[in-house]
Structures are given as structure tokens and as C-alpha cells.
């Protein structure tokens, strides 16, 4: 694999933040969430040196007393309080004429953009625990979202409320698993208990992917209703050089021969942040050992 650095010009954008998400959409172009920065950015088609970079929605306009807010409106005058997901849904339907969810997370909504303007599909803007329609929804700090186009819909890795929401594209919220309450339990859906979780993927059979950053794992929740704890654990890290180490302590430093980390089900993760997963089914996992981690789900 090779890692490449696509550097923005500070003279074009500002200083980029804190990119916490990205989101792939249609001809390749790329949509990140700049969470201190309070905006949404585009890179074009290709996401190349030769691409267009724009400031797709939110952020600070010379007008503006501060860099923060929640108006909903023209993408060029919307603004966001540290949005940490974005979804693109790659194709703009009449079911679904959505281009991106974001979660604007110290705002508590989910907000979408619909060609040129930003709407707020759910949430009161307090933090709250509550299923519903619209402003009668509450969530606390949502951040990562995964779009199911099967159902046309967004899961939301519902942070503060230890909980992964559903919300449709008229702006239903139900929640999908968990039950509001921290914890560590595998199970059924509504039964199962998750501490911190901080993002969310799809696989290609449809089943979640959870960071539970408060339980240092991965956890996946199939269509059926089940939750099971699939990388990691609770209390310990790993390098998969190295020995076990309480958490909270500096990880073993990779050795030089260059071969990638592969992590298995038995690997103990520390505060995972981001998880996704390709089409043949291997998962990555960034951890708060500032690496990027693989697990193959057929091989274990």
C-alpha cells in the first residue's frame, strides 16, 4: 500500500483544522469534515494535485463575529460547531435527493446538504436521548455516520449517548443498538451496551462496524440483531511485535523491515478512533498509538 500527502494551500482555505472524516463521492472527488475549522471541504475529481479544493459549506466568512454556529441555509452561509462525520451518498435520487449527511456534533443535529443549501434532518440542538421525527429526535455528540443506501438511511455513532441511531432520509430516528446506557456487553441489539462509541462502516454484507473507543474495540452488529466484540478488548494494548502493555503507556516503536501491521481478533486496540472496511472485507482500525491497523475478516 502507499500513502500519499495531498497538502492544501493555506492561501486557498485556511489552515485545515482537524480533519476528522472524509467521505468518497461521486467521479472520485472526496468531502472531508474539518471539525475546528466548522466546515465542510471538497477536493475534486481524482483528489489530485490538479484537483479543484473548495470550501464546500460552513467555516468562516469575513462577516462573521465567530467561526461557529448552526444555521441552516445556502451552503456559503451555513454554519457548524465541530462537525466530526460526513456520509456522501454517491448518487442523488428523487427517494433520496441527498448529497451528504454530517454530523454536527456540539450542535447535536444530523444537517444534510441538497444541492446548494444545508437542512438540519434531526435533532433539538441539546444534548439529549430521544427517538423521533425531526426536532423531536435528540442525540449527544454524533460523530462517525455510515449511508445504507439499501435502506436509505444514515447509523450514527451516537457518542454521547453510548448508542448507534438509524436515521432516514424524512428524518425518522430509532435506535439501532444499545440502550443509552455505557457499558460492555455483547448480545442482542437493544440489549448490548457500548462505552464512547466514535465511528461507523458498512460491510458489503450489510453489517456495522463499530469504533467503541471507551472499550478499546471493534465491535459489528449484524442485520439480524446481533452485537459481538470482533477486534480488541477492554483493558489491555498490543503491538503485534511486542508484549502487553497496560494501557495509557507509550506502544513498542515498529521495527524497520517495513511489513505492515496485521492485526487479529486477539489484538487489543487503545482508544480506537476510525474504523472502515474495503470490498474484500478487511477492516482498518486508526488507534490512539497513531497507527493505521488491518484485520482480514476471512482469515482472522
Known sequence: RTVSTLRISKRLLGPMGAPRAVSSGSNSSIYIADTIGCRIVKIGANCSKSSKIENFAGGMLHNRPT?????????????????????????????????????????????????????????????????GKGPFAAFSRPMGLAYDPVSASVFVADCGNHCVRQVYVNGTVDTFAGCGVEGYHDGSALDATFRLPVDIALDAEGSILVADYGNHCIRRITRQGNVSTIIGGQTRVRDVSGPYIPVGLPAPGLDGSGTPIVASKHEHLWRPMGVDVDKEGVIFVSDGHHRIRSFDQKTG
Open 67 to 131: 467561526l461557529f454556529g448552526g444555521e441552516d441555509g445556502l451552503s456559503s452561509n451555513a454554519r457548524f460547531w465541530f462537525p466530526a462525520g460526513i456520509a456522501a451518498t454517491n448518487l442523488e435520487t428523487p427517494r433520496n435527493p441527498i448529497r451528504l449527511f454530517v454530523s454536527d456534533t456540539y450542535n447535536n443535529k444530523i444537517r444534510t446538504l441538497t444541492g446548494s443549501h444545508v437542512n438540519t434532518l434531526a435533532g433539538r440542538g441539546m444534548p439529549g436521548y430521544a427517538d
